[in-house]
T-cell receptor, first 113, second 110 residues
Framework: DAGVIQSPRHEVTEMGQEVTLRCKPI?????LFWYRQTMMRGLELLIY????????DSGMPEDRFSAKMPNASFSTLKIQPSEPRDSAVYFC???????????FGAGTRLSVL | GQQVMQIPQYQHVQEGEDFTTYCNSS?????IQWYKQRPGGHPVFLIQ?????EVKKQKRLTFQFGEAKKNSSLHITATQTTDVGTYFC??????????FGDGTTLTVKP
């Protein structure tokens, strides 16, 4: 398996633009997590899904953030409109139903100018 | 809810010195995991501890789980420049989500 795949790896956009981050979890994993990492706030859990259903989105900072998982092999995190303070590295991670180990993607480094 | 606290936040060592990071929980944990994130990289799973008092070794890394299963430590013997990065502990899922500590960032001066 290729592991968790995220795209794009880097995204530079201007304030006010819509940003869509993509994630393909490991095949067979039932849980999918979206994290944001910054120097100031560390690793923050934004939202997670179980069997494609959002379970806890309490970490989503604002209504500008939304996440979907239309099927077991794809998830998106959308920011609309983006702001400079959204600049961070966004990680997607997946986990199987059995066992607690999370497998992280390489991340998307987002810069909002 | 469940929370794990890690100390120290930063550690600077001279190459060859030892390094230890500690993870503490206010509640008993069924297991604890350790991850390493290299600079510019992503967190990568290192090990999981399950049993009270468990000690596991990976080359120069020694992981311990406390007798009360409320704390854990990661000790690196004779650090090398390849050990640089941030080490995270994580508690077991609570309502499906793991609780990651804030991490300890290790820098090694050659």
């Amino acid at each position: 398996d290729a592991g968790v795949i995220q795209s794009p790896r880097h995204e530079v956009t201007e304030m006010g633009q819509e940003v869509t981050l993509r994630c393909k979890p490991i095949s067979g994993h039932d849980y999918l997590f979206w994290y944001r990492q910054t120097m100031m706030r560390g690793l923050e859990l934004l939202i997670y899904f179980n069997n494609n259903v959002p379970i806890d989105d309490s970490g989503m900072p604002e209504d500008r953030f939304s996440a979907k998982m239309p099927n077991a092999s794809f998830s998106t995190l959308k920011i609309q409109p983006s702001e400079p303070r959204d600049s961070a590295v966004y990680f997607c991670a997946s986990r199987g139903q059995v066992g607690d180990i999370q497998y992280f993607g390489a991340g998307t480094r987002l810069s909002v100018l | 809810g469940q929370q794990v606290m890690q100390i120290p936040q930063y550690q600077h060592v001279q190459e060859g010195e030892d390094f230890t990071t500690y993870c503490n929980s206010s509640t008993t944990l069924s297991n604890i995991q350790w991850y390493k994130q290299r600079p510019g990289g992503h967190p990568v799973f290192l090990i999981q501890l399950v049993k009270s008092g468990e000690v596991k070794k990976q080359k120069r890394l020694t992981f311990q789980f406390g007798e009360a299963k409320k704390n854990s430590s990661l000790h690196i013997t004779a650090t090398q420049t390849t050990d640089v990065g941030t080490y995270f502990c994580a508690g077991p899922p609570n309502a499906g989500k793991s609780t990651f500590g804030d991490g300890t960032t290790l820098t090694v001066k050659p």
